[in-house]
């Protein structure tokens, strides 16, 4: 069935710009029309612009809640064990829409946690079903690590500072025999064939090179050139990283471009301390750069070299990581804070907001495996977010261009609709598919219920975390 949307102005791209009274058709799920000059000249005012994309995310619980506030990564990792799913659907759930309501077409779902409530297939088809609720595009990946679970290296000095019974706690939480290569590549096998599907791309998802050893790497690589499946990692994203690649693993990046690692097939999220031949090198191979401004501010990751990434040819794009800034998955405000400080100096410019827009949703959508280029023109998928131009442009004291204000003052609360794949699936500021609220009310009783299985290392923080501390700045030095 044809559907038509009227807009004051549309963005069709770069090289096309805004339209002003357009009428846009889709069906099927595709769009087949866009007409200028027919649209209204008077009422409600709207902005239609390609749906955002959430390039790097883990579909978990908000962090903050389970007291993972103001720490470096290294330890907010095991914090949030706090946080582990008490409800796969549900939780995978809340964070899709929430996700879906700021205007987002596709996110990742880099698995980081799984619930260990159910055989992980199960999960998995449980994360798919909250996706197909929600109505919400998703790439997954399940992610994997097989040394280095406490720290980078030998946690011997760590465990030595606990009592027995606190030793155990942690060991039970974060010490498990580890899935060998080719397991992996069968439940990835497995997890496709359940669950891919025209609204789902399933991915290999290494955690990082510090966690995964060289035949697990190796082991991917072969895979993905072998089957064209993508590739999700996390790389050189704190100081200790850095200092752990430099210590152990100098030609790191030079060896994953050696074994097929490096790819079109492959997105990066972060890339916070990789330098300037590095960069290059995943420039050269094709390889996609996801940022995640606020989530770096969070957990004192430091500024990605964005700006230098994409002078080198890098394809950027942006994530939430489960960590916007004011954790509310506002992918809009984060595209801003990413266009104000990686965006130039003075009247040198990186990019235009539109630009930046443009390539965000572009390699967002290759990075999630999503159809189509994301600009709103006949035969690409039918995903646009509807903006309220009314508040936008509260003022309305002279024409100024919608593009440069969305990204002067725009943020997901000013998103009237979002349309994936022809269909509604979030409309002034509530979910379609999923009752969220009754969600987020039922996971805090969950959490609540569940929280005191941790008392032993809720006691045990405060010493633990010491000893990390002490562990990293003694062995992995930052300066």
């Not at 357009?22 to 200028?36: C, K, Q």
Request: glycine fraction near 8%; include cysteine.
């Amino acid at each position: 069935m044809v559907t038509e949307i009227a807009a004051t102005s549309l963005f069709r791209g770069i090289d096309r710009g805004v339209f002003d009274n357009v009428v846009l058709r889709h069906d099927g799920g595709v769009i087949t029309d866009v007409f200028e000059g027919a649209g209204p000249t008077s009422g409600p005012r709207s902005f239609v612009i390609p749906a955002f994309v959430n390039a790097h995310d883990h579909a978990r619980a908000t962090a903050s809640s389970f007291g993972a506030v103001g720490m470096p990564l290294e330890s907010w990792i095991l914090r949030t064990a706090l946080g582990t799913p008490v409800d796969p659907y549900l939780t995978a759930a809340s964070a899709l829409a929430r996700s879906a309501k700021t205007g987002c077409a596709a996110m990742m779902v880099h698995y980081t946690r799984p619930s260990g409530t159910m055989p992980m297939l199960d999960e998995a088809k449980a994360i798919a079903r909250a996706a197909s609720d929600v109505g919400i595009r998703i790439a997954f990946a399940l992610a994997v690590r097989d040394q280095n679970p406490i720290v980078y290296g030998d946690a011997e000095p760590v465990l030595t500072g606990l009592s027995r019974d606190d030793r155990k706690t942690i060991e039970d939480l974060f010490v498990r025999v580890p899935m060998s290569p080719n397991a992996y590549i069968e439940m990835t096998d497995a997890i496709a064939a359940a669950i891919t599907g025209p609204m789902v791309d399933v991915q290999l998802g290494p955690a990082g090179v510090q966690w995964c050893s060289k035949p697990l790497l190796e082991a991917v690589a072969e895979n993905s050139v072998r089957t064209g499946r993508r590739i999700h990692m996390h790389l050189l994203e704190t100081v200790y990283q850095r200092a752990w690649a430099d210590q152990n693993f100098p030609d790191m990046v030079r060896w994953l471009r050696d074994i097929g690692f490096l790819s079109e097939r492959l997105t990066l999220a972060h890339c916070i301390h990789a330098r300037p031949d590095e960069l290059e090198m995943i420039a050269a191979s094709g390889t996609r750069i996801v940022t995640n401004f606020s989530s770096n501010m969070h957990l004192r990751s430091g500024l990605a070299p964005i700006a230098a990434a994409h002078k080198c040819g890098c394809a950027i794009a942006v994530g939430v990581d489960g960590l916007a800034l004011d954790e509310d998955d506002d992918v809009l405000r984060e595209m801003r804070l990413v266009q104000m400080v990686h965006g130039g100096l003075g009247f040198r410019q990186t990019w235009t907001p539109a630009e930046l827009f443009a390539l965000a949703v572009h390699n967002g959508r290759r990075a999630t495996g999503a159809p189509g280029t994301g600009e709103l023109a006949p035969g690409n998928p039918a995903d646009f977010a509807v903006i309220d131009l009314d508040r936008l442009d509260r003022d309305q004291i002279m024409p100024v261009d919608s593009m440069a204000l969305l990204f002067a003052r725009g943020n997901a609360s000013m998103v009237k609709e979002v349309v994936v794949a022809g269909k509604t699936i979030a409309k002034d500021g509530a979910c379609i598919g999923v009752d969220l609220p009754a969600i987020e009310q039922e996971l805090r009783a969950m959490y609540r219920a569940n929280v005191g299985k941790f008392a032993s290392f809720q006691r045990m923080w405060p010493p633990l975390s010491n000893l990390l501390s002490g562990w990293f700045e003694q062995q992995l030095t930052c300066e």
